[in-house]
């Protein structure tokens, strides 16, 4: 499939419940949000915007910079690392608007926000065990690269700890 028209503009409080809806959907690859917790990343967030096909929200990205006081595991190991960046929380794209490109469009988005801030490197990570094949070879594309990996849930997750530096 190739692009369509879409709009990628900041999330807005009316937008929470799609948003909420899209994690929900993909929640084997992200972490639960009820909509307390979409407004709670929200408040933390340096990137929160989404990508709206005609009249929906067909994808969001929540990304936090370096020295915001969130407390995630894989936030810390960046923070531990790298002196500044920022940290694509999740990124969701709605099943049916698969092949769209509103991923690559609001990556693309987000890269032009860190370089307009300064910001040398946006970094993520995904699931190896259990396996996000799809978000692998999503990020490959995107240039990211694995810079290490580490055990969750007590051993039952692991994840490639990734970084794209901007140039």
Known sequence: MTAV???????????????????AAEVRHTNPMDADRARALAAL???HRVAVLEDRVGAFLLAMR????????????????????????????DA???????????YAD???????????????EFNVVPPNEPSRLFHGRHGFVEAGSQWLDGGRK????????LA
């Open 5 to 23: 028209a879409h709009v990628i503009r900041d999330a807005v409080e009316a937008d929470i419940a799609a948003i909420v809806a899209l994690n």
């Open 45 to 47: 967030s340096a990137y």
């Open 66 to 93: 370096a020295g915001a006081d969130y407390r995630n595991d894989n936030f810390g190991w960046f923070a531990a690392r790298y002196p500044d960046f920022l940290y694509v929380d999740r990124i969701v794209v």
């Open 96 to 106: 049916t608007a698969q092949g769209l490109r509103l991923g690559s469009a609001l």
């Open 110 to 124: 987000l890269f032009a926000f860190a370089r307009l801030h300064g910001i040398p490197r946006v970094t993520c």
């Open 158 to 165: 692991q994840v490639s700890m990734q970084v794209a530096e």
